[in-house]
Structure formats: structure tokens, C-alpha cells
């Protein structure tokens, strides 16, 4: 079976302050991806990043960075000098195999607002 | 490239009635899924369609329904609305299996009066 949990419902930071949203999963598969989408008001889920399992390298996309932890079953993102326009709910995804197909599962999300 | 569209954008409909909505997946991406998100339950898997078939659904009763057809467009119907369907749902295309990442559409607002 796979899990994504989210833990953090809804966080409220002040603009430029640094923000880490947590991810943690549950897969028995040995050969998964981990996902992370932003869903603004607009309702569209943004894709942000795709990181296989094989690939533990924390990785900065600008302001955002991840870091992927295979002993923790972790997959943490944080925003760094946040901004109004980060203020978002943020999807953590997993897919993994199941049944010979990928089968995505989403985490229930975490509302973040970034206040003026 | 064009993303995923999907249409209609917001929909009210009456207790009983169906509903009929549409997906157009990014131009050479052949799986197609579909997701209902409401706020007390998340996003929630309702089907994935590859090459006209479908590949794997989720726990919904029989009155959700989809389809797919020879250009990757997809439908998917709800019969017998009730109060409880409504919701934001959700299409998202990719080109082969899951791993390679989703591109979502705008989603279609259904209301359910």
C-alpha cells in the first residue's frame, strides 16, 4: 500500500521568512517518484518536481529547494525568503507500481500563507 | 505547447441530473486520470485511461464513469448527481506511466443544487 502524509494542515509565515513543508511516504516498492505540485487559488496543480528514488541529491530551484531522504522516507521542501505569490496549498505526490501500472498518490496537502 | 484543457470551467447542475466532462491532454501524451478534490476528503483517484483503455480506477461507485478516445481526449461522465459530488475535478495527462510526472488542467467546478 502507499501513503503520503502531510502533517502540517495550514502554515502561516511572514513575507521573506523561510518555510519547510513536510512530506512523508510509504511505499514497499523499491522503484518510485516523488512529486511536489502547487495548487494557487486558480485550482490548477502546478507541477514543481519529480525526483526518482534512486536519486538522494538534494536539489535549489531558486528560492526552492528539496531534500530527499530515503532513511527517513522523507521528501521535505522548503521555500527560502518566502513571497506573497508562494501563498498556495502544496501537494506532496507519490507514484510507485501497482498492479504493473504507476499509481499516483497525493498527500491531503498543506495551505501555506505568506502575509505581507 | 497547448496544456491540458479541460471544459466546461464551472457547471451547476440539479440533484438526478448527469454531467458530461471533457479532457484534452497535452498533444502526445496517451494516459489520461482524472481526480475529484473536495475540501474534506483531498484529491481523490477516480480513473486512469491509456490508449482507450482503462487502466485503473478508484473506489467510486458505478455512476462515475470514463472514457478515452483514439486522440487521447477523454470524458467523464456522473450520473445521478447528488449533493455530495460536488467538487473540482481534476484531469492530468502524462506521456507514458505515472513516474514520468502529471500535468494537470485547470479542473471543471461542479455544483450540485
Known amino acids: 500500500a502507499q501513503k503520503v502524509t502531510q502533517a502540517q494542515t495550514e502554515i502561516s509565515v511572514v513575507e521573506k521568512e523561510d518555510v519547510t513543508l513536510d512530506c512523508v511516504y510509504e511505499?514497499?516498492?523499491?522503484?518510485?517518484?516523488l512529486f511536489w505540485y502547487k495548487q494557487p487559488p486558480s485550482g490548477e496543480l502546478v507541477f514543481l518536481i519529480r525526483?526518482?528514488?534512486?536519486?538522494?541529491q538534494n536539489e535549489i530551484s531558486g528560492r526552492y529547494s528539496w531534500n530527499f531522504q530515503k532513511s527517513t522516507s522523507s521528501f521535505n521542501f522548503t521555500i527560502t525568503a518566502s513571497q506573497v505569490v508562494d501563498s498556495a496549498v502544496y501537494f506532496c505526490?507519490?507514484?510507485?507500481?501497482?498492479?504493473?501500472?504507476?499509481?499516483?498518490?497525493f498527500g491531503t496537502g498543506t495551505k501555506l500563507q505568506v502575509i505581507p | 505547447k497547448a496544456g491540458v484543457t479541460q471544459t466546461p470551467r464551472y457547471l451547476i447542475k440539479t440533484r438526478g441530473q448527469q454531467v458530461t466532462l471533457s479532457c484534452s491532454p497535452i498533444?502526445?501524451?496517451?494516459?489520461v486520470s482524472w481526480y475529484q478534490q473536495t475540501p474534506g476528503q483531498g484529491l481523490q483517484f477516480l480513473f486512469e485511461?491509456?490508449?482507450?483503455?482503462?487502466?485503473n480506477k478508484g473506489n467510486f461507485p458505478g455512476r462515475f464513469s470514463g472514457r478515452q478516445f483514439s486522440n487521447s481526449r477523454s470524458e467523464m461522465n456522473v450520473s445521478t448527481l447528488e449533493l455530495g459530488d460536488s467538487a473540482l475535478y481534476l484531469c492530468?495527462?502524462?506521456?507514458?506511466?505515472?513516474?514520468?510526472?502529471?500535468?494537470f488542467g485547470s479542473g471543471t467546478r461542479l455544483t450540485v443544487v
Open positions: 511505499t514497499r516498492d523499491t522503484t518510485y517518484y
Open positions: 485511461y491509456f490508449s482507450e483503455t482503462q487502466r
Open positions: 498533444s502526445g501524451h496517451r494516459s
Open positions: 525526483r526518482n528514488s534512486f536519486d538522494e
Open positions: 505526490a507519490l507514484s510507485a507500481a501497482s498492479g504493473g501500472y504507476q499509481k499516483v498518490t
Open positions: 492530468a495527462s502524462t506521456a507514458e506511466q505515472g513516474g514520468y510526472g502529471y500535468t
